[in-house]
């Protein structure tokens, strides 16, 4: 079956400008969850959703940072007046439930010049 | 606050000889725990997890991993590395109750034809 997608696979922006990444997961996985790797850094975790709503959103690194979830699939994570430390891959993963190993996908890699 | 270290940033190794990465946890209470694999240019990938029983877990392509709890460890091992195993590991750890996911920040595995 179809994996964890992710759109798009590369984003190029301008300093200030927002962005909006979007992630298909899994048909039928109720957990989803958003990760950032900067070059040569772990994953940092940036918030979980368990259908739609997020009860871990501990990870976002400021409130430029929102994400949401619609009917109980896809999820978008926005970034507002991007920063140059904005730069990074941003994955997404989801999970059967909240119990279960995780399924990545490609990834988005954001580039903020 | 919890935290996942992997020992070594980058290992090389020749062809057939044995591997060993380094994985501890920083908190105590019952643990999910997990290894994946990136492959260069692919998705992370789960190689084995540990949720109860056994603590000496099997994987896929002959991976396994040893969880200590006396010593929160979860060690990586493969008795012959391939070429193919050029990868990055992350050790991942997850706490029973909660639903939020912490990675190491990876070790590189280069092996040498």
């Known amino acids: 079956g179809a994996g964890v997608s992710q759109s798009p696979s590369n984003k190029v922006t301008e300093k200030g400008k927002d962005v909006e990444l979007r992630c298909d997961p899994i048909s039928g996985h109720t957990a989803l969850y958003w990760y950032r790797q900067s070059l040569g850094q772990g994953l940092e975790f940036l918030i979980y959703f368990q259908g739609n709503s997020a009860p871990d959103k501990s990870g976002l690194p400021s409130d430029r940072f929102s994400a949401e979830r619609t009917g109980g699939s896809v999820s978008t994570l926005t970034i507002q007046r991007t920063q140059q430390e904005d730069s990074a891959v941003y994955l997404c993963?989801?999970?059967?439930?909240?119990?279960?190993?995780?399924?990545f996908g490609p990834g988005t890699r954001l580039t903020v010049t | 606050a919890q935290s996942v270290s992997q020992h070594n940033h980058h290992v090389i190794l020749s062809e057939a000889a044995s591997l060993e990465l380094g994985c501890n946890y920083s908190y105590g209470g019952t643990v999910n725990l997990f290894w994946y694999v990136q492959y260069p240019g692919q998705h992370l990938q789960l190689l084995l997890k540990?949720?109860?029983?056994?603590?000496l877990v099997k994987g896929i392509k002959g991976f396994e991993a040893e969880f200590i709890k006396s010593k929160f460890s979860f060690n990586l091992r493969k008795p012959s590395v391939q070429w193919s195993d050029t990868a990055e590991y992350f050790c991942a750890v997850r706490r029973s109750y909660g639903q939020n996911f912490v990675f190491g920040p990876g070790t590189r595995l280069s092996v040498l034809p």
């Open positions: 540990y949720f109860s029983g056994d603590p």
């Open positions: 993963a989801s999970s059967l439930d909240g119990n279960y190993e995780q399924y």
